[in-house]
């Protein structure tokens, strides 16, 4: 009952702070994006795979790191001047590690993801690639104690103020941040 409420208060906070950000801190950075485009539409991420919520955690994400970045306005008009369709190919678990009686130590949870970023007005695909992203996790151990640096950020288990809870929703996590972060970083890249 706690951790369901935990996660109903982590996506309430999160809306939250994608509303904040969208409305209080857009600026232009009109040299690394065409002229044309100074808002995006991002509709929610189509979801091929049985992995529930993934869409809907993946599509909030990007309007995240969007909105953090400062890059583009949120708009959630589909005659925008460019809009982020993706959709999720896959989402899988495999074994990553193993112990010395070739047991599975550490799994590893793959999402690979189509990204087309469109301008609507001159009819061009922007970017159009496949990203992926991955997270590792033990279903034998905590992550607060699992020795697996789950998020890959230098912090392992206690002293990492966010690696606890489920290890598996853990690793989804963390594959969607990569993948969120990754789409932003090839909009900035792209000129």
Known sequence: MIMELKKKLKKIT??????????????SMAGSIPANINN?????????????EIA??????????????????????????????????SANDGPFSFDSNEQVDEYRFSINVQIVWVDNQNEKNLIE???????????????????????????????DDD?????RELAINIAINKIASDIVNSILSTW
């Open 163 to 167: 690696e606890f809870g489920d290890s």
């Open 40 to 52: 995006v539409y991002i509709p929610l991420i189509q979801n091929d795979t049985v992995e529930f």
């Open 14 to 27: 999160n809306i939250l702070f994608i509303f904040c950000l969208v409305g209080c801190s857009y600026y």
């Open 56 to 89: 809907e955690n993946l599509t909030s994400k990007i309007t995240q790191e969007i909105a953090i970045q400062n890059i583009l306005k949120i708009t959630n008009n589909e005659k925008s001047d460019s809009s982020i369709l993706g959709v999720i190919s």
């Open 129 to 159: 690639k496949t990203f992926t992203g991955f997270g590792n996790y033990s279903i034998n151990n905590d992550p607060s104690s699992d020795g697996i640096d789950n998020d890959n950020d230098g912090i392992l288990d206690e002293n």
